[in-house]
């Protein structure tokens, strides 16, 4: 069996999340945050970026925990 490449192992789902008082943006299966930032808009932009490059999408949360919103990158075939 071929070995798993780094790309295969990059999230292609991203969650905007509150977290210790800033936004963290976190990818599916990582325990860790990959980014955190002072502003909910600042992290949106952020994940959204990575989604673009990853034709993955985000997940957007609101201070709840609720997810308010998402934004689908993915290139349509």
Do not use: C
Not at 3 to 16: F, I, M, Q
Not at 34 to 41: A, G, H, N, R, V
Not at 48 to 62: D, F, P, Q, Y
Request: hydrophobic residues 25%; without cysteine.
């Amino acid at each position: 069996m071929a070995e798993e490449t780094k790309k295969d192992k990059l999230a292609t789902v991203y969650h905007v999340t509150p977290y210790n008082g800033k936004w963290q943006v976190k990818g599916v299966g990582n325990t860790r945050p990959t980014k955190l930032f002072d502003t909910q808009k600042e992290a949106i932009a952020y994940s959204n970026e990575l989604t673009k490059k990853r034709n993955g999408s985000v997940i957007i949360h609101r201070k709840t925990g609720q997810v308010r919103d998402s934004i689908s990158n993915k290139k349509k075939k």
